[in-house]
């Protein structure tokens, strides 16, 4: 287990490599445009161009986590600074199964491990599918010219 001070110090770090242009860009496109209805649209997005933006966000978290996981960095300390796992979570767990059977049983393991200690963590995965999902319909709506 690390002193708070580690865990604190490995906390900062991660949020800093969070600010690297590319891995932001990716984060920003997977939370607010990705939303796939079925495991399908989520492998079928795999044979784009943002296969690499869905490997780097997968992979930034999965990394992070596993920081968690092995004692590295508090759970109530990473969870107060990176929020934002849980929203990249709630977008593939309800494919997880899936997922795991053509890629392998631990894809996305550190990640589950991390987010389904929080809270009630079903209700809250659910509120951020939905709080995603409607800000995304919000927003392609007003492009479209609708006014919500």
Same mark, same amino acid.
């Given at each position: 287990?690390?002193?708070?001070?580690?865990?604190? +110090?490995?906390?900062? +770090?991660?949020?800093?490599?969070?600010?690297?242009?590319?891995? $932001? !860009?990716?984060? %920003?496109?997977?939370?607010?445009?990705?939303?796939? !209805? /079925?495991? %399908?649209?989520?492998?079928?997005?795999?044979?784009?161009?943002?296969?690499?933006?869905? $490997?780097?966000?997968?992979?930034?978290? %999965?990394?992070?986590?596993?920081?968690?996981?092995?004692? /590295?960095?508090?759970?109530?300390?990473?969870?107060?600074?990176?929020?934002?796992?849980?929203?990249?979570?709630? !977008?593939? +767990?309800?494919?997880?199964?899936?997922?795991?059977?053509?890629?392998?049983?631990?894809?996305?393991?550190?990640?589950?491990?991390?987010?389904?200690?929080?809270? %009630?963590? !079903?209700?809250?995965?659910?509120? $951020?599918?939905? $709080?995603?999902?409607? /800000?995304?319909?919000?927003?392609?709506?007003?492009?479209?010219?609708?006014?919500?």
């Amino acid at each position: 287990m690390s002193t708070a001070f580690e865990s604190a +110090q490995l906390n900062l +770090q991660l949020f800093d490599m969070r600010r690297e242009p590319l891995l $932001r !860009k990716a984060r %920003d496109w997977f939370i607010m445009e990705f939303h796939p !209805k /079925a495991a %399908d649209e989520y492998f079928a997005l795999m044979a784009t161009e943002k296969h690499s933006w869905v $490997r780097m966000v997968v992979g930034y978290w %999965d990394m992070a986590a596993s920081l968690v996981v092995q004692g /590295a960095i508090d759970h109530a300390a990473f969870m107060a600074a990176h929020g934002e796992i849980v929203g990249t979570f709630a !977008k593939l +767990q309800p494919f997880l199964a899936e997922i795991r059977a053509r890629t392998g049983p631990h894809a996305l393991a550190h990640i589950e491990t991390v987010v389904m200690a929080i809270p %009630d963590a !079903k209700a809250e995965l659910e509120r $951020r599918r939905t $709080r995603l999902r409607t /800000a995304w319909e919000s927003q392609q709506a007003t492009k479209a010219g609708f006014i919500v």
